[in-house]
């Protein structure tokens, strides 16, 4: 399942999970010239109308463009040239994505199960594709330096394997990472956020995302597709509260949730190893989660094809938490109740973001270029 390497050494690699992370590690590691296998509890890709996460930043697009993925992105996500944010009453703060400079656009909006479908012909011209509704089943891995799993086929039988390396890609609920032992401490916010994606008549303004703050409260508006905006509020009501830009053709998705941060250190046992969701949960503000998955994926499949996983963990966890911590302070600051609070922040974040400093800070996080630089990438973002 791998090649020879000079040592005459092969290993195999199982990765589980057929979500972006595990696709993204199977497609860099198939370039380098592995076979691995993937396997994922699923009966296929992410539906395209269940958008999830749906920002995709230049450093991903960086990442992906070796494989040829950044350029079929390109061609089917929506640019977002702007961030806004406003109270009821007057704007706050407006962000010009353009101003990033680099090979690609700062973020761009496209559903996560298109970008499924991308890695996944793309992944297909190696002739590798995920094993669906093939799970690992539940248990104890006792050796991680050789780890040993079940799989639960399609046909409710039972194999037994033991990959040299096993990559845990399979969610906030990692089988993998239960099976290890791995802990998943942090916290959840009290607020439940709501959202929904409405599709409409004719094409939109999809060039600007915007988030509206009340007293309390939050309303988001980012765009899917040409014709497709999604809306996120911590307000149970906000449907009462969106100003639809034309007319609504169909909701084509709705979802609840609460926000957890939540990560894994270290990201690696033995020879199993863990990559996003599986590691590490966040609020969805920056649109940061996917793309540090796909992070993660990326040098991990690097740093195996060099021989140093062992150092995955390390090189990881800082740029994790990094996230982390400025992902809850974007969520503290839209979500805030106090009303000195409120007041405060309104007066604030628009003179703060006139020093050029910070400004250019917000932006190279919305790029993702506030990570370590991937160093096998040879050309400069």
Known sequence: MAPVDGDGKSRSILIAGGGPVGLAAALELARRGFVPRIVDDGTGPTPVEESRALGVNARTMTLLSPAGVAERITEAA?????????????????????????????IRGLAQGRTEVLLLEALAAYGIAPEWQTAIAAGEIADCRSPQVTLRRPDGSMQTVRPDILIGADGAHSVVRKAIGAGFPGEALEAYFYLADFRY?????????????????????????????RYISTLPDFESRISHPAKVVEKTWASQFRIHFRHVEPMAKGNVFLAGDAAH??????????????????????????????EY??????????????TYGLTRLVTMKNPLAVAARNILAPLLLRFGPVRQSLLRGVAGYDTPRPPWIDWAE
């Open 281 to 310: 949960i966040h609020s969805p503000a920056g649109a940061r989660g996917m793309n540090l998955g796909i992070e993660d994926a990326c040098w991990l499949a690097w740093l195996i094809a060099e021989g140093r996983e062992q």
């Open 78 to 106: 929506q640019s977002i040239d702007y961030f806004r944010a406003r109270s009821i009453s007057k704007p706050l703060i407006e962000l010009d994505t353009r101003q990033v400079k680099g090979r690609f656009g700062a």
């Open 201 to 229: 008549e004719g094409p939109l303004d999809t060039h600007f995302a915007e988030i509206t703050v009340f007293d309390p409260g939050m309303l988001g508006r980012l765009p899917i597709a040409a014709d497709v905006i």
């Open 313 to 326: 963990s390390a090189l990881r966890i800082p740029a994790v938490k990094q996230v982390l911590k400025q």
